[in-house]
């Protein structure tokens, strides 16, 4: 693998001028979404002022990647794929997971990053490594004798915490990514 391929890419998005569209041309570029608000209004301002069309007002998301799971729709506004962009260059798949698993989209754009760090507990290989964590964490793993450490069942301890509602995990990539719900 070359070192390109190893860098990580920024989301981006395609926007277009509708004046265009509706009248059969294609106008439009890719704007990397991970710069601010005023700079990707500046390059959608620059789009419509380009556009073949006189009076180019309106835009739309046609395209878009490096979102992970996420989905935008054409009218997703400026502020939240700014935001968006921002969290997943920081927080990578955790932020991704975190989104899908706790209903994301229906967060104000502006408690996005908030909800996010109170809620997540990590990255482990397993529930079960979770689990064991939380234990120790707490010191309630050191509160048992060394010899009824290894009869604890941590597997029913995990599933237990999922079962409760307490905890979400969702597995991505092989990491499993931990959410408190309360």
């Avoid at 004798?145 to 597995?171: C, I, T």
Wanted: charged share 25%; aromatic share 14%; proline share 2%.
């Amino acid at each position: 693998m070359n070192q390109v391929q190893n860098q990580k890419q920024s989301p981006q998005i395609y926007v277009a001028c509708l004046a265009s569209y509706h009248n059969g041309k294609l106008h439009g570029a890719w704007i990397d979404a991970s710069l601010c608000v005023d700079h990707i209004q500046d390059e959608i301002n620059s789009i419509l002022k380009s556009s073949p069309e006189a009076c180019a007002e309106e835009w739309a998301i046609h395209d878009y990647e490096n979102f992970g799971s996420i989905e935008l729709s054409e009218w997703t506004g400026v502020e939240r794929v700014a935001a968006l962009a921002k969290l997943i260059d920081e927080q990578g798949d955790a932020f991704c997971a975190w989104y899908d698993s706790q209903d994301g989209k229906h967060f104000y754009t502006d408690e996005l990053e908030e909800k996010f760090l109170e809620q997540y507990q990590g990255s482990y290989l397993s529930e079960v490594d979770f689990a064991e964590q939380l234990l120790e964490d707490c010191g309630q793993l050191a509160e048992l004798p060394e010899w009824a450490k290894n009869y604890f069942d941590f597997e029913s301890y995990a599933r237990d915490l999922r079962l409760s509602g307490d905890y979400s995990f969702a597995e991505v990539s092989g990491q499993t990514y931990v959410f408190n719900n309360f």
